[in-house]
């Protein structure tokens, strides 16, 4: 029988979100929750006697958990996720980092890159360092948090990265007066603007809080997201990538 031309070991650096127990949080939010739902006389839980389960689900995709967003999280003009057409199965490249201080910096980010081929820049995963395992469950406060420095996303953009992947809950440091510098300049927006970008720049996506294993090594992959079709800026999201080596 021929081997299917599609490769199946693969890494889901989605981080689960469970709605009814540990979770990662930025910003200090409440925590997401879900609720059976109920009316007059009933309610959808079958412990409580219902005849089915139908749960009520409250949560800020920015902040609990792995999410795909487009340049409608800083545009006045409403510019969903489900505007942006992702490719099926995208390029991708795994760097690692070790943050100075909080900050990911330009020299890191081109060492990293130095011997990856552009064509496997399509999409960038970049996983910090150290990778606790934690980062499943963390309450990401702004004084311990890596952020990408403008010059590091300059760089990113300057290797022509269409969708960025990170496992921090910004690229920017949580609390910055709301510049959010380094999304801008990912979208190629000007500081401040709240104008959509060119059309080339819509295009891009940045996925933030996923969770890369450090069984996962540095290198060349191939990444499919998938993404719910709801139409807001940043959705829930679930990148899985594709080892590239099977039958070597």
């Not at 609390?175 to 709240?194: E, I, N, T």
């Amino acid at each position: 029988m021929p081997r299917s031309p599609f490769p199946s070991r693969h890494a889901d650096i989605s981080i689960a979100l469970d709605p009814h127990g540990l979770q990662p949080n930025a910003y200090g939010v409440p925590p997401a929750i879900a609720l059976a739902y109920s009316g007059d006389g009933f309610t959808l839980d079958t412990r409580a006697g219902g005849s089915c389960n139908c749960e009520v689900i409250t949560f800020l995709p920015h902040c609990h958990g792995t999410h795909t967003e487009s340049v409608g999280h800083l545009t006045a003009e409403r510019f969903p996720i489900t505007a942006v057409q992702l490719p099926l199965f995208l390029s991708c490249s795994l760097i690692s980092v070790t943050p100075n201080g909080l900050e990911v910096r330009a020299d890191q980010i081109e060492r990293a890159l130095r011997e990856i081929a552009p064509e496997f820049l399509e999409s960038l995963v970049v996983r910090t360092l150290p990778n606790s395992r934690d980062k499943g469950t963390r309450r990401w406060e702004d004084a311990t948090t890596p952020y990408f420095t403008v010059e590091a996303m300059a760089v990113i953009r300057a290797k022509g990265v269409q969708h960025l992947l990170v496992d921090l809950p910004s690229l920017d440091p949580l609390y910055d007066d709301g510049r959010l510098a380094a999304h801008r300049v990912f979208w190629d927006m000007p500081a401040g603007s709240k104008e959509l970008p060119n059309e080339e720049a819509r295009r891009r996506t940045v996925t933030e809080m996923v969770f890369v294993h450090d069984d996962v090594p540095d290198g060349c992959y191939t990444l499919t997201i998938q993404a719910p079709h709801i139409v807001t800026d940043a959705v829930p999201s679930r990148p899985i990538l594709f080892f590239l080596d099977e039958g070597e």
